[in-house]
Structures are given as C-alpha cells and as structure tokens.
C-alpha cells in the first residue's frame, strides 16, 4: 500500500488518530494495491471499498451518494453523454453497505428504485434547470431521494425538502456530482466525528467536511475521480489554512 501526505503534517495522521483508535490499527489489513493520501484532517483511498471500509475500524457518520442502482445515463449529449457508473447495475453496492453499517448514515438515491431500510426520508429539490425524462409528459424528475438512519443528528428544526441548485455539466467535475452546500447542510446535522464516504467520487463530501472543520475518510475506485477528489480537498484544505 502507498502512503503520501499533501500539506502541513502535523494535520495528518497524528492529529485523525484522537478519537479514532481502531483507525490506524487497521492500515496493515488495507489491500496492498490500495493507494493511501493523507491531507490535513481527510484520508483518502483509491481502491475498492467493498476490501478497504472492513479494515477502517469505527467511525461516526456515513454521507454518501452510492450508486443508485438505475444504469444511470443522460443520452442527450454534453459533457457526460452515456457515462456508466461502477456497479449502478442493480443496488447490489448499497445494499451490501446498509448490512454493514452500525453508526448513523446519510444516502442519495433515485425514487425509481426500492429505498433502503431507514429512519426518514428527505428530498433533494434539484431545481428548474433540471429534469428531463419523457419530454412529453407534464412533470420533470427535477428531485432525488435522501435517506436518513441511524440517531444522534441534531440541529433546527427544518424542512424535509432541500432546494439546492443541481450544477450544469460545465461546472461539475464527476456526473452526478452534489453541490457542495447541499453537502455541507447534511453534515451540519450529523453527530460530531468523523464523516466516511465509501463512494467518494470527485470529493465533494470532503470538501464539505475539510469546510466544517470534520475529520473525513474517503474512498474511490476510479482513478481519474481520485486525483480530482484529493485536488478539491487539497485546495479546501489550504483554504481553511488561510483563515
């Protein structure tokens, strides 16, 4: 396994060992293929989550968008025209993530597909910009799915509806990346420590995690994603760094 540490190091792996005690004791069981990326508070993995989340030990909060299980696909040109989602098949991936988790956790997913087990379900109001489907008829999906489990969140009292703009195709870095500040309102409600991602994509659960001061686990299959995702949490880090 490769270890590499971006940033000031006295961010790294001392500091996200407090209150993560399994954590570090477990690296030697990582797969030696998996590639290790330290950054400030964040610890990113390239590999296979399905080999690398049973050696992570415990951690507090899960917020992540698995694959959906939908094929999902535009099929109407642009930047992500036909793109294919690891393991979007079926809901193989997130299913196998419910059976294993035991701390509280966040998922997206699509109201076409069977929901998980869970506690509460929000909604993602995506915007006007979005939502295409059958062009003929007179409502557009312009929403997805946001599943809740687990206790401990907390925080205002709120609407279970999330109007956040979904990014165009020329400002988003993966296809079915989430803006940042839908992330961010999620994580503001989750119980303190540390947020996992198992399905880390170009890192925007980090980013919001590095933004809001959390220690944050990533992982992420895809290479290209990978090296975008610990961009974007390098630059969140330096970033925080300033102020």
Not at 28 to 38: D, I, S
Request: aromatic letters at 8%; a positive charge.
């Amino acid at each position: 396994m490769k270890t590499h540490t971006r940033g000031n190091p006295t961010h790294g792996l001392s500091k996200i060992s407090k209150g993560i005690p399994s954590l570090l004791h477990a690296v030697a069981g990582v797969p030696e293929m998996t590639e290790r990326v330290v950054i400030g508070d964040a610890v990113l993995y390239h590999g296979d989550c399905l080999e690398i989340l049973p050696t992570l030990g415990r951690v507090d909060c899960v917020v992540t968008d698995p694959p959906y299980g939908c094929s999902a696909t535009t099929g109407r040109g642009g930047a992500y025209d036909k793109f294919e989602i690891a393991g979007d098949k079926d809901t193989g991936l997130r299913d196998w993530l419910v059976s294993v988790l035991s701390c509280p956790w966040i998922m997206f997913g699509s109201p076409r597909i069977p929901r998980p087990p869970c506690k509460a379900v929000l909604v993602w109001n995506k915007g006007e910009h979005t939502g295409m489907g059958d062009l003929s008829f007179p409502w557009k999906p312009d929403f997805e799915e946001i599943y809740i489990n687990g206790d401990g969140f907390a925080g205002p009292r709120t609407s279970s509806v999330l109007a956040v703009n979904a990014r165009k195709d020329s400002g988003r870095e993966h296809p079915t990346e989430k803006p940042v500040h839908l992330l961010s309102a999620l994580i503001r409600k989750c119980p303190p420590g540390t947020i996992l991602d198992p399905f880390m994509g170009s890192g925007t659960t980090g980013v919001a995690a590095v933004q809001m001061g959390r220690k944050f686990i990533g992982i992420e299959i895809e290479r290209k994603y990978f090296d975008i995702a610990c961009r974007r949490i390098d630059d969140a880090q330096k970033q925080v760094r300033l102020f």
